[in-house]
C-alpha cells in the first residue's frame, strides 16, 4: 500500500509561486512513475505533469509548460511541484499520484492509470 500526502499549498496573489510537495510511505518511490493533476471546483480532475521512475523524463500539461517545474528525490521518497506565475487559472486541488513503472522512461498523462492517490492540497491563486 502507498500512501502519498501533499502539502504546501495556500493562497497567493497572481504572478507568486508556490512549491507542493509530496511525501510517500513506501520503501522506495524508485519503482513509480509519479504525477500531479489538480480538480477545480465543478471541473474534471486535469492532468498537470508526470515524471518517470527515473526522473529522466517527464511531460507537462500545455496549461503549465514553462511556468511548472517537477522534480523527485527518490531517496526522500519525495516530489516536488514548482510552481511560478500563478494566475487565477491555477486555483485548484492539486493532488499526486504514483503508479508501479518499469520503464525507465515512462510518463501516463490519464488518472485511471494510477493506481494510488493523496487528499490533495488546495491552491488558491487571486487576482
Known amino acids: 500500500q502507498v500512501h502519498l500526502v501533499e502539502s504546501g499549498g495556500g493562497l497567493v496573489q497572481a504572478g507568486d509561486s508556490l512549491r507542493l510537495s509530496c511525501a510517500a510511505s513506501i520503501r522506495t518511490i524508485s519503482s513509480y512513475t509519479m504525477a500531479w493533476f489538480r480538480q477545480a471546483p465543478g471541473k474534471e480532475r486535469e492532468f498537470v505533469v508526470s515524471?518517470?521512475?527515473?526522473?529522466?523524463?517527464?511531460s507537462y500539461a500545455d496549461s503549465v509548460k514553462g511556468r511548472f517545474t517537477v522534480s523527485r528525490d527518490n531517496a526522500k521518497n519525495t516530489v516536488l511541484l514548482q510552481m511560478n506565475s500563478l494566475n487565477p487559472d491555477d486555483t485548484a486541488v492539486y493532488y499526486c499520484a504514483a503508479r508501479p513503472s518499469h520503464y525507465y522512461y515512462r510518463t501516463y498523462d490519464g488518472p485511471n492509470q494510477y493506481d494510488y492517490w493523496g487528499q490533495g492540497t488546495q491552491v488558491t491563486v487571486s487576482s
Open positions: 515524471i518517470s521512475y527515473s526522473g529522466g523524463s517527464t
